[in-house]
């Protein structure tokens, strides 16, 4: 029975199970980690309050207690702590911690914590099972999700670093729209970087966000693909009604629902 397990193991099969139980349990991680990026974005121009600071440190113990149990159930903790997730858990941590010294200045570190639901295993094995729509549509779900950080993250760092510095952006709706319409190249001229740093600020917005865009397209315009790896030769991808491997030819059984 569940009740006669470890501890250690009972959260470990949250954390990794397969069981639907643990599938809620990630997707409630899941919401936590989107009412925090809004809560990050739309304080970031808010200064340091009482109420604000209470917010920050029930936030940074839900964190720390999310990054402490995950380490305790880790085999390998030091390459646990080398994970993509843990790196950026930890300096949103250390943004929230330093914000009662300094002040809103590393608001844009906290919007990293988005960048962790890209980089969920299981996350991704739970949509993959659950939604129909994601299974056949991941690669453009992805794709956006990558775009939407970018634009949010950016927006923080236009706004904090070069806000006071720049005419025209006064407001974090300011920041977000010189940040799209930097993005697409628009260039209304509008609102434009005087400055070195955000003359390079905008160059950045412009390359990684095109390419972004990009990408977004061609996932959106490409032929569905279904993930199945092939047990021969290793493809991932596969055009969902195939029934063997364009590669090797090797026969395949990906699950379906019926469904044409």
């Not at 390419?211 to 047990?231: D, E, N, T």
């Amino acid at each position: 029975m569940a009740e006669d397990r470890p501890l250690r193991d009972r959260v470990r099969l949250l954390y990794e199970g397969r069981s639907r139980r643990a599938s809620r349990f990630r997707y409630g991680l899941l919401v936590f980690d989107f009412v925090t990026i809004v809560f990050f974005l739309g304080t970031a121009a808010m200064p340091i309050t009482r109420q604000l600071l209470i917010a920050d440190a029930v936030i940074g113990g839900l964190i720390a207690l999310d990054l402490g149990l995950r380490f305790w159930i880790a085999e390998r903790k030091l390459r646990f702590v080398r994970r993509f997730y843990v790196i950026v858990d930890v300096i949103v941590l250390a943004a929230l911690v330093m914000a009662p010294f300094i002040g809103q200045g590393l608001v844009v570190l906290r919007v990293l914590r988005v960048l962790r639901l890209v980089h969920s295993y299981h996350l991704m094995r739970d949509l993959r099972r659950d939604s129909l729509l994601f299974r056949r549509h991941e690669d453009t779900f992805v794709a956006a999700l990558n775009l939407l950080v970018f634009i949010f993250a950016m927006t923080a760092l236009v706004f904090v670093l070069r806000g006071a510095e720049e005419p025209g952006i006064g407001s974090y709706v300011d920041a977000l729209y010189f940040t799209v319409a930097t993005l697409t190249t628009t260039g209304f001229g509008d609102i434009t970087m005087t400055t070195p740093m955000g003359r390079l600020l905008s160059v950045g917005i412009m390359v990684v966000g095109v390419g972004l865009f990009l990408q977004l397209v061609r996932a959106i315009f490409s032929p569905a693909k279904v993930k199945h790896k092939c047990p021969t030769c290793g493809l991932t991808k596969h055009d969902t009604d195939a029934i063997h491997c364009k590669h090797c030819g090797e026969e395949l059984k990906i699950e379906t629902e019926g469904a044409t």
